[in-house]
């Protein structure tokens, strides 16, 4: 793919050779298990939710299909945004334990295993084929500053959805159509509390903390796609960064969206979050999520476009939040072999079109077949092809969801937005804290997006 906006330029970059590549993946696929190899694979990921269990049930049966004597174990280890999964993965990993494989997200979240020479090089499963196929913005997150690749992404999941309950705003008169603004996001809100009529008194929908934060994340972004930009680069770092104002009124406006939430977030799920839209008493009408939440709708047997519909989160119609799902090799595993034919499926059309109509992302390769995808995921590609060409239209890697900036700024970072969310900090304290810990990991930041 020609790279367009998203252009991010590692601190080291190497030059590999892909001469023998082709031939690398004929070997993965073709070659039978080295003897003493047990045929088996240990897959760890935290898709447990009804959606997310369903997609990658399908993606290990393209998996047993091909190779149907192999003994496969998923560790599943519940816990929305992998921040359970990914403690246990630290663990085992510095204990010289490594699981085969496992679920993390593309970009910065991998690279302490990297740093610590954890990781295997997979520059095999990145054949030619799979590079043309891969958008430059994703492919670029799946390499080390060495210029390796050492993640393969399986999903692209949109990061700035507003999940609406179709019928509610149809029958309070709501046109979803004019909320691109946030005044008249608010304006929708105080309308369903003052109608009372569907039983909605908090109208958006927040689960736990990351999911506040992810919120946050989205209104950031609808502020302008400069200053997510200076955010990600680690150049909000003090009250006098150029873009510290709108690191500001970002943080206002979300205030302000608090005012609308359901008390009980700290202690929901994602997927519990989503539940109170569902039903046939639902108790909110909107919720700020990736588009994961299609899953959730899918298995309610909800229809896009009938009982569920979405919009940009104000003032990002024009943005796509880019959210990266991929899997790992990390060195001296028990099952090397399985673990390469599991990254080619993982990397292979058809195991990514049966994975991602159940999951709610799109596919991260854009030869796609798009008859599998519902209503949903076919408007997303639509809108990812059209961002993707336009000089107008941005796409931004999501923080929370490990891409967008260092690790150890997000695990601090998040709990910031808990406490702007509970009201225990004002928004003032939070963008001051915010931009102070951008200062505290300056040196973690080595990549300059230019989105
Ligand atoms: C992941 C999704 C997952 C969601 C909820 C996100 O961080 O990228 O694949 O469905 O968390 O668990």
């Not at 004929?26 to 369903?54: C, K, N, Q, R």
């Not at 639509?382 to 923080?399: E, G, L």
């Not at 804290?433 to 300059?448: E, M, N, P, R």
Request: aromatic content about 12%; hydrophobic content about 45%.
């Amino acid at each position: 793919m020609e790279p367009k906006k998203q252009t991010i330029i590692f601190v080291l970059i190497a030059v590999i050779s892909t001469a023998g590549i082709v031939a690398g993946v004929t070997y993965v696929i073709m070659a039978p298990t080295p003897e003493g190899e047990v045929d088996a694979l240990e897959i760890y990921h935290w898709w447990t939710s009804g959606g997310e269990a369903a997609a990658i049930t399908a993606l290990v049966d393209e998996f047993i299909t091909l190779y149907p004597d192999t003994t496969v174990q998923q560790v599943q280890i519940a816990g929305g945004g992998g921040f359970e999964m990914r403690v246990k993965i630290k663990t085992l990993m510095l204990a010289g334990q490594p699981p085969d494989t496992f679920q993390i997200h593309n970009g910065y979240e991998w690279k302490i295993f990297y740093d610590a020479g954890l990781l295997d090089n997979i520059d095999n499963i990145w054949t030619t084929e799979l590079k043309a196929a891969v958008p430059d913005v994703v492919e670029d997150i799946s390499k080390g500053p060495d210029g390796h690749y050492y993640s393969v992404p399986v999903n692209i999941h949109r990061s700035n959805v507003m999940w609406y309950n179709a019928k509610v705003l149809q029958y309070n008169a709501i046109d979803p159509a004019t909320l691109t603004t946030w005044p008249a996001f608010w304006a929708a809100c105080d309308k369903l509390i003052a109608n009372g009529t569907s039983g909605i008194t908090n109208p958006v929908a927040m689960g736990e903390q990351w999911t506040a934060a992810h919120a946050f994340e989205q209104v950031l972004a609808s502020v302008g796609i400069d200053t997510y930009e200076a955010w990600i680069n680690g150049d909000i770092d003090s009250v006098s960064a150029t873009h510290y104002a709108d690191l500001l009124t970002a943080c206002e406006i979300y205030e302000n969206l608090t005012d609308y939430i359901n008390s009980d977030w700290a202690v929901l799920s994602w997927d519990s979050a989503i539940a109170k839209l569902i039903g046939a008493s639902p108790t909110a009408a909107f919720s700020i999520m990736g588009d994961w939440a299609n899953g959730e709708f899918f298995q309610a047997g909800w229809t896009h476009g009938v009982e569920y519909d979405t919009i940009g989160v104000p003032g990002t119609g024009n943005m796509y939040g880019l959210v990266v799902d991929c899997f790992e090799k990390p060195k001296n595993i028990p099952h090397p072999t399985n673990v390469n034919r599991w990254l080619a499926v993982v990397a292979s059309k058809d195991g990514q079109d049966a994975f991602n109509p159940l999951k709610g992302s799109i596919s991260a390769r854009t030869d796609a077949n798009v008859t599998k995808y519902g209503p949903y995921q076919t408007s997303a590609i639509t809108d990812f092809n059209a961002i993707d060409i336009s000089p107008t239209s941005y796409m931004f890697p999501s923080v929370v969801h490990g891409s967008g900036a260092p690790e150890a700024f997000n695990s601090d970072f998040i709990p910031l937005i808990g406490a702007l969310t509970s009201g225990a900090a004002t928004a003032t304290a939070t963008a001051t804290a915010i931009a102070a810990l951008a200062s505290t990991y300056a040196s973690d930041f080595i990549k300059v997006w230019s989105l």
